[in-house]
């Protein structure tokens, strides 16, 4: 065998090179035909409201899915439906109040579909655990969010798919394609009906490039709040910088956890003349004292939060909460990726 015929080039004289043929999925119009047979979702216990909300997006039926456990506490996984050469999207947040147990069905439910063989198996993840973890902040210390990253791609995920990762570098510890979605454009349409000049505020210096793109897509002027964190999960909010007197300011944030930050920047923001302060953002943990933090603030209206993280008896006990589904933002993007669509499209 020549040289020629190891490399596929034509190295004879006189012989012109074969017009370009395209893929055999490809339909002549920029577009390609998917590779896999049906699109299936299948999720666990973690956040069953929202898969739900994502199949009537889609016009498709949950796949039946067994998650429960064992007398011993041992997690049971079966899939109740054939998969194979399936576009499988799997839908589970890895948050609380069981953060191990929902990332560990995660795990087993990969496993078992790739054991299924499962045409390609996409994890999405709308909150992703574990991904304040990314750095090591003492000697002795693991980098969480790189090993659960491991582990998804070992249980076989061939692609990921969460919203607002807490870091955007985090995509790189993953073995396969990551689409960071961003909750913007949902969060954005509730903030435009509000009707009102606002100024968006960063509660902290590392917001600061979220918060200017909010800011940009409103055409809203920028403010921040002055943050040093004395311990982990308390936080002193000192000064503002920026002019909010007597207007509506809105803090922006990727994560609510235990709300210290928040109040804290609530009542600097009043203490400096705000006539109002609301609050967004994408995943409401809402762990310790949070909601009676919240529910004690005065100086805090409202606070705008996604589903990535189902609140259950929380949204009761704070009336302060207003919940913004992202079903659809992921309804488009499971589409898109089933189809061989632009998923960049979807981004702000």
Do not use: W
């Amino acid at each position: 065998m020549g040289i020629a015929s190891l490399t596929g080039r034509n190295t004879e004289p006189g012989r012109r090179r074969p017009p370009h043929t395209p893929p055999p999925n490809h339909t002549g119009n920029g577009r390609y035909n998917t590779m896999f047979s049906d699109m299936k979702i299948v999720t666990g216990s973690s956040n069953p409201e929202l898969a739900k909300a994502i199949c009537d997006h889609l016009g498709c039926q949950l796949t039946p899915t067994l998650a429960t456990t064992f007398s011993d506490g041992e997690l049971r996984i079966e899939i109740g439906d054939n998969v194979r050469e399936d576009d499988v999207f799997v839908v589970q947040s890895t948050c609380p109040p069981a953060v191990n147990n929902n990332f560990m069905q995660l795990c087993l439910m990969l496993d078992a579909l790739k054991r299924a063989s499962a045409g390609r198996i996409t994890a999405v993840v709308p909150y992703y655990g574990y991904a304040r973890q990314d750095r090591k902040v003492s000697p002795r210390a693991p980098i969480s969010a790189k090993m659960t990253a491991d582990f998804l791609s070992v249980a076989g995920a061939g692609r990921m798919v969460t919203i607002d990762l807490h870091a955007g570098q985090i995509q790189g510890f993953f073995d396969c394609p990551v689409d960071n979605i961003f909750a913007a454009p949902v969060i954005l349409d509730s903030l435009r009906r509000l009707g009102e000049q606002l100024v968006i505020v960063s509660p902290d210096a590392g917001g600061v490039e979220r918060a200017r793109a909010y800011a940009k897509r409103l055409n809203a002027p920028l403010a921040i709040v002055d943050k040093r964190r004395d311990q982990p999960n308390q936080a002193t909010a000192l000064h503002v910088i920026g002019n909010v007197k007597d207007r509506t300011t809105v803090i922006v944030d990727d994560m609510i956890d235990t709300a210290g930050t928040l109040v804290a920047g609530a009542e600097v923001l009043v203490a400096n003349g705000a006539s109002r302060v609301l609050a967004c953002a994408t995943h409401a943990v809402l762990s310790g004292p949070a909601i009676d933090r919240i529910n004690g603030c005065e100086a805090l209206s409202e606070v705008y939060v996604t589903d990535t993280i189902p609140l259950g008896e929380k949204l009761e006990r704070c009336p302060k909460l207003k919940v913004i589904s992202v079903a659809a933002l992921l309804g488009k993007t499971i589409h898109n990726i089933h189809t061989g669509s632009s998923v960049s499209v979807l981004f702000v």
